[in-house]
């Protein structure tokens, strides 16, 4: 079982930052995949941004440029910057891991990021 905290949500003006963060932790026995994915009532969850084990990325159209996955394998650690935030990035965000191992999904609770006009 793995678990997966996560910390950064919260309220910003748009044009402003925020940088998630999400541990994960439990039975891991390798270095997986993980990611950011965001989702508001009445749509499906879309990708946000992805990061392999080795540290290649991959993101979403509408936020490139504008956010930056980064890892701590050590700390198995996934963290998003978010920089010049805007309204239609408001949204539940959710943390994703995925175990190259066993290819076993896990996600996170979900932390809210509000950005106001």
């Known amino acids: 079982q793995v678990q997966l905290v996560e910390s950064g949500g919260g309220l910003v003006q748009a044009g402003g930052s925020l940088r998630l963060s999400c541990a994960a932790s439990g039975k891991i026995f390798s270095i997986g995949n993980m990611g950011w994915y965001r989702q508001t009532p009445g749509k499906q969850r879309e990708l946000v941004a992805t990061?392999?084990?080795?540290?290649?990325?991959n993101y979403a159209e509408s936020v490139k440029g504008r956010f930056t996955i980064s890892r701590d394998n050590a700390k198995n650690t996934v963290y998003l910057q978010m920089n010049s935030l805007k309204p239609e990035d408001t949204a539940v965000y959710y943390c994703n891991y995925f175990s190259t191992s066993d290819y076993s999904v896990y996600w996170g609770q979900g932390t809210q990021v509000t950005v106001s006009s």
């Open positions: 990061i392999t084990s080795g540290g290649r990325t």
